[in-house]
């Protein structure tokens, strides 16, 4: 199971910490994606990070802006989104792949139930 949390509203240029919790069944953490979906758009890739290792990727639209890590001993992610713009509104979820490390959402094993991330202008 996973649990997402730390959405809200921020202004623009301002900085919100997203977390993932996982939890429950014992299963193999291979990499750990963040992925968002504004109202009446498609669901796109923000960044992924291996669980061992800590190799990232990340969507050329948050590049420099949002850090993704882990932190194993607490089995939790997070997405730290800095200099927020009006077009990062989105509902965000993180997602678990045992054996899959990059951008294709249908990749993943395990997603958490979102969290709205609201920025203003």
């Known amino acids: 199971q996973l649990q997402a949390s730390g959405g809200g509203l921020v202004q623009a240029g301002g900085s919100l910490r997203l977390s993932c919790a996982a939890s429950?069944?014992?299963?193999?953490?291979?990499?750990m994606g963040w992925f968002r979906q504004a109202l009446g758009k498609e669901r796109e890739f923000v960044a992924t990070?291996?669980?061992?290792?800590?190799?990232?990727i990340y969507a050329d639209s948050v590049k420099g802006r949002f850090t993704i890590s882990r932190d194993s001993a607490k089995n939790t992610g997070y997405l730290q989104m800095n200099s927020l713009k009006p077009e990062d509104t989105a509902v965000y979820y993180c997602?678990?792949?045992?054996?899959?490390?990059?951008?294709?959402?249908?990749?993943?094993?395990?997603w958490g139930q979102g969290t709205l991330v609201t920025v203003s202008s």
């Open positions: 990070i291996m669980w061992s290792g800590g190799v990232s």
């Open positions: 997602a678990m792949s045992q054996a899959y490390w990059g951008t294709a959402g249908d990749q993943y094993d395990y």
């Open positions: 429950g069944r014992t299963f193999r953490r291979y990499a």
